[in-house]
């Protein structure tokens, strides 16, 4: 069977050697350098203790040097499995998600068309690379010097110019007995609906060769001189050697320079990969007219582990680089991403080479963000969640973004860091301001004075109530850790009687144990194993029915609820209580009458509600359960509250 011209070239594109490889060998640890693609093991072909067995990663190359075995991919697999080449391209096409092409007779046939296009290829080449030392190029020789291109960047890069006529490079080609049908099918003219001459694709145009990556000419990229042409930049249609969605500009000597430890940069356009390349850094390539394609991606991962998306520094690059990362989210795995270094605002790689130099572009680059954190930006830039709609609204499409991950391992991994980035934007904020301590966004309680701690308001021991009531929320959630996450906001807001509770509470929450044992192993680390026995060996938890009943999680989610619920409206109240003492030092009047009487009848009707079902709790409003007894031990505060008002009238 004889394959299509380009699928072997896909599937090279596609296999990693070293995963392929490392299934069959143990690398060399010390010898090796994973990270850029240069592994070492004792050979699979013969018998030997020394890691002779080189793997060249980026090129896709192995060698022994003691027995000499060499090959790629499709013949490792072949040699090793003991199938023939046909059977070795299938197993590896399967791998790769590719279909296997149905039997063309006719394949060596296309490939001699396709080099016979290449040659054509070439022949444009050369023609436009003189053009561009003629009379008529002038122009474009001083917008390439503005631009800092000296001959030898022209020399390199290939640079050429096609004049204005609408046949010059067509009658060139045909003059030297090339046949029409290939010129045009290389993409080099188009046919005239006028019925005469075809005329030439690109005209007036400074021109940039494509090559792919065996360094063959495939197509061109055009910039228009004519500041009124419709299409400032003009890239050759698709032929039978050219795929934009498929190929990379500058990617054979992107390759080499990424093989020799350079970071792979994708930048937007052939401007910039020549300027970047020109300033040191030669592991370049841009995308050919369109946005990043999956196969783009998978050619870029082929050659670099983790590229750098280096975007221009303004709304439209910020905005590609938001839709890489939907196309990228599915087909991400363990060691295969991206960073993404957007320039300064305004600016594009050439202009900050110009403006800043190399050293520029390596601050930027060197700053680059990994892509969890410029999809958390994307979804958190500008927006304002002071509401749990919109808290909630973030999470479900941070979640859905997540859940496009296919990896569990790696999805896993970018649902605990999202957790983590969460937890900053809406964790409890303690700021100084105006003689108090701010918490999110309302003035919590100032510290009492000695007086106010020996007062009745505060000597009736609140503070170890919300000790035991949170070392029983604490208590519950190491038993039950699957609940974390449906609590996850209200956990965050709970102050935390002391820094042991803090540190369990904070684990639990950046952790997201699902089991006992991984929940106790989190809070084990937090504070120590001595003081989490001596947490869980509190005599009231040994009571509390919940944990008397470790397995009904139903049980578990109503405990946590409800002292949730008593917890924020005992804080509540307190604060209102405290600055009522503090505004009673400065005299009592209507306002401070009226204040306390709001807080007193909103936890009453807090208390009023009565389940239908259940004659030993009060429903608040909120939906939590409240004991009888401590609504009537609530009644006598509010009596404490009157008297204390009394008292300082009097």
Not at 109 to 132: C, G, I, N, P, S
Not at 173 to 191: E, S
Request: glycine share 8%; aromatic share 6%; with cysteine.
């Amino acid at each position: 069977m004889s394959l299509p011209p380009g699928f072997l070239d896909e599937l090279r594109s596609r296999t990693s050697l070293s995963q392929v490889v490392g299934r069959k060998v143990m690398w060399d640890k010390h010898k090796s350098n994973q990270a850029k693609g240069d592994l070492w093991a004792p050979c699979p072909f013969h018998h030997e203790k020394t890691a002779s067995f080189h793997v060249d990663d980026k090129k896709g190359f192995y060698y022994c040097f003691g027995c000499h075995a060499k090959g790629d991919a499709i013949s490792f697999v072949k040699d090793t499995e003991n199938v023939g080449f046909m059977e070795a391209v299938e197993i590896l096409a399967g791998e790769a998600g590719l279909t296997m092409p149905a039997r063309d007779p006719k394949a060596q046939e296309k490939a001699d068309h396709r080099t016979e296009l290449a040659r054509v290829m070439e022949d444009a080449v050369r023609f436009y690379r003189m053009q561009l030392n003629t009379s008529a190029a002038g122009e474009a020789r001083d917008y390439l010097k503005r631009r800092g291109l000296d001959a030898a960047a022209l020399e390199r890069f290939e640079i050429g110019f096609a004049p204005e006529g609408w046949q010059t490079l067509w009658d060139h080609l045909t003059g030297k007995g090339i046949a029409a049908d290939l010129i045009l099918q290389a993409g080099l003219a188009r046919p005239s609906s006028k019925g005469g001459k075809p005329y030439d694709v690109f005209r007036n145009r400074i021109l940039f060769p494509i090559r792919d990556g065996r360094g063959r000419a495939i197509a061109f990229g055009g910039r228009a001189m004519d500041p009124a042409d419709k299409a400032k930049y003009l890239n050759s249609s698709e032929t039978e050697l050219f795929d934009k969605g498929r190929n990379l500009y500058n990617l054979g000597p992107a390759r080499e320079a990424a093989g020799k430890g350079q970071q792979l940069i994708v930048a937007e356009g052939y401007m910039d990969v020549i300027a970047l390349s020109r300033a040191g850094f030669e592991a370049s390539v841009a995308p050919l007219g369109t946005a990043v394609t999956e196969n783009q991606l998978h050619l870029l991962w082929r050659v670099a582990d983790e590229p750098i998306i280096a975007l221009d520094g303004d709304a439209a690059g910020v905005r590609a680089a938001y839709r890489v990362i939907d196309l990228a989210l599915p087909l991400l795995e363990a060691g295969k991403s991206l960073r993404f270094a957007l320039m300064p605002e305004g600016l594009d790689p050439d202009d900050l080479i110009r403006s800043e130099g190399a050293d520029g572009v390596s601050k930027v680059l060197a700053n680059a963000l990994p892509m969890v954190q410029l999809l958390w930006q994307r979804e958190t830039e500008g927006r304002v969640f002071d509401s749990p709609e919109r808290k909630a609204a973030l999470d479900r499409a941070l979640r859905e973004k997540v859940q496009m991950i296919r990896d569990p391992s790696l999805r896993h991994h970018y649902g605990q860091e999202i957790k983590e980035l969460r937890w900053q934007l809406f964790r409890p904020k303690r700021t100084p301001s105006a003689g108090r301590t701010t918490w999110r966004g309302r003035d919590a309680p100032p510290q009492p004075t000695e007086a106010a701690k020996a007062s009745l308001l505060v000597s009736g021991g609140a503070a170890g109530e919300r000790h035991l009531r949170e070392q029983v929320i604490l208590a519950t959630l190491l038993n039950a850790p699957g609940l974390v996450d449906e609590f996850d906001a209200a956990l965050e807001e709970m102050r935390c009687e002391t820094p042991d509770h803090r540190a369990v509470r904070d684990a639990l929450l950046r952790g997201a144990p699902q089991t006992r044992e991984a929940a106790m192993e989190l809070a084990r680390s937090a504070i120590g194993a001595e003081p989490l026995e001596s947490f869980l060996g509190a005599r009231h938890l040994a009571i509390t029915p919940c944990l008397r009943h470790p397995d009904d999680t139903e049980l578990a989610r109503l405990t946590i609820a409800e002292e949730l619920a008593k917890l924020g409206a005992v804080h509540g109240l307190e604060a209102e209580i405290a600055e009522a003492v503090e505004d009673m030092g400065e005299g009592a009047d209507e306002a401070l009458t009226w204040r306390l009487g709001q807080a007193a009848e909103a936890r009453t009707r807090a208390a009023r509600a009565q389940r239908e079902d259940d004659t030993e709790y009060d429903t608040g409003a909120n939906g939590a359960l409240v004991d009888k007894a401590e609504r009537q031990s609530f009644a006598a505060l509010l009596d404490t509250i009157s008297f204390e008002k009394g008292r300082n009238r009097g």
